[in-house]
């Protein structure tokens, strides 16, 4: 099992097979913070205006948008980084917990749809650097 630690990456998000050109490559980057620490997973995105990309909490399989100042977008994870759920939650809401949740991704509402993130779906995420 991998340990992950705070700091960014990347997230491939694995694109539709396009029947008319497949020679296309759609798979999709998204620039990923990745909170793994008690400290890191509790700030979240309280606290901000938006966020470019997504952050991943781990390990997490709940959370809430008490005090958040915007909608966001939560992908529940198992531990093989395969989507288990997407949801869209106001803030001042609480999320149910994912039972085979090992990892929470939030972004802005409305960017899973675009890249494409959806239940069965299997990301990719390769950490670029560390900070603790």
């Known amino acids: 099992m991998r340990k992950w630690r705070n700091g960014v990456g990347t997230m491939t998000v694995p694109g539709q097979v396009d029947a008319a050109d497949t020679?296309?490559?759609t798979d999709t980057a998204v620039k990923v913070?990745?909170?793994?620490?008690y400290k890191a997973r509790r700030r979240g995105l309280l606290g901000r205006d938006g966020i470019d990309g997504a952050i991943m909490l781990t390990p997490c399989n709940s959370v809430h948008t008490f005090r958040m100042r915007f909608t966001i977008d939560?992908?529940?994870l198992d531990k093989e980084l395969k989507v288990v759920d997407v949801r869209t939650m106001e803030p001042g809401r609480l999320g149910m917990v994912r039972f085979r949740g090992r990892h929470v991704l939030e972004a802005e509402a409305g960017a899973m749809a675009e890249?494409?993130?959806?239940?069965?779906?299997?990301?990719?995420?390769?950490?670029a650097s560390h900070a603790d």
């Open 74 to 76: 939560v992908a529940y």
């Open 115 to 127: 890249w494409g993130l959806r239940p069965g779906v299997r990301v990719a995420i390769e950490a």
């Open 23 to 25: 020679d296309t490559d």
């Open 33 to 37: 913070e990745i909170a793994a620490s």
